[in-house]
């Protein structure tokens, strides 16, 4: 399928090297287009390079609405089975209705992390618009846009412990979103061991899952226990570049647009709002 015509000419992947700059100009040559990080399209939702900013991801935007062309980005998580699994316990109402979200992601340093003189560039500020809280968190938040829908109230503390490199390396926030649905979530990356959770807990009992992981997917409430074990596809991304395929095809809709990618941005760039701040962080 990768290797087909159609979709050879349905999108454009463009590195992630390449500025915003390059992005808004190759909005014109007549086909839609991805923009990838290191590894997939826009991704995560445009927080690197391309886009370090929701700002920059509203250009994209507009760049894409000119051309009158569509914007995908690489939030893949809505196509996986995993995902589709936790949300179709959401909509069989399996825990009522959900009264707050906990999100807790941390793990050990990489050895990369402490070579001052080549650091990674997702711990570089002025390239990936933060640290690992950027490249990570996006996701979780990006997921929970699809089952819940936005988030419109966000507070974030940042900090950097370790001093390792000069992004942050610790994040604690609290949100709520439009739905009434409130939250809160910590990360580190400079913790002696790993963590990834995120819990829903509803009315009537709680899911449990992680973002990164393979762990089962777990439903307590009082009456019983049940769990999934649900594996990532080989190729991970197939899911979605097929869901961008019968988009541009007319036979069905890609759950992850510029647009829906944008919010989450959003609520990236309220967290490290004060995080910037104090250490002069801009991309203007």
């Known amino acids: 399928m990768i290797l087909a015509k159609s979709v050879q000419k349905a999108f454009l992947i463009l590195l992630i090297l390449f500025f915003l700059s390059a992005c808004t100009a190759t909005s014109s040559p007549g086909q839609p287009w991805q923009m990838q990080d290191g590894q997939n399209h826009v991704q995560k939702p445009y927080d690197l390079l391309p886009a370090r ?8 935007i507009e760049a894409s ?7 995908f980005t690489a939030y893949y998580r809505r196509s996986l089975p995993r995902f589709l699994k936790v949300r179709s316990l959401l909509e069989e ?8 979200v906990r999100i807790e992601l941390y793990q050990p340093p990489f050895d990369s992390d402490h070579n001052r003189n080549d650091l990674p560039w997702r711990v570089i500020p002025g390239i990936a618009g933060g640290g ?13 846009d699809y089952y819940f ?20 390396d610790v994040v604690s926030c609290s949100f709520m979103f439009r ?17 990834d959770v995120i819990e829903f807990i509803g009315e009537k009992g709680k899911i449990i899952f992680s973002t990164f992981s393979q762990d089962p997917i777990r439903l307590l409430t009082p009456d019983l226990v049940k769990q999934w074990e649900i594996k990532n596809p080989r190729h991970i991304q197939l899911p979605h570049i097929q869901s961008i395929v019968n988009d541009l095809n007319g036979v069905g809709t890609c759950p992850s647009n510029g647009i829906s990618a944008a919010r989450t941005s959003w609520v990236l760039d309220q967290i490290l709002h004060e995080w910037r701040k104090k250490n002069n962080i801009r991309f203007d």
Not at 93 to 100: N, T, Y
Not at 149 to 168: C, F, K, S, T
């Open 53 to 60: 900013s929701h700002q920059e991801c509203l250009a994209m």
């Open 179 to 195: 739905s009434g649905i409130a939250g809160n979530g910590f990360w580190c990356f400079t913790a002696a061991q790993k963590s």
């Open 65 to 71: 609405n000119k051309s009158s062309l569509p914007l």
């Open 149 to 168: 829908g936005p988030i419109d109230r966000v507070q974030g503390y940042a900090e950097n412990h370790a001093g390792l490199y000069p992004a942050e």
């Open 93 to 100: 109402d399996a825990i009522g209705r959900v009264r707050f």
């Open 132 to 144: 690992y809280f950027i490249d990570l968190a996006s996701h979780t938040f990006d997921i929970l």
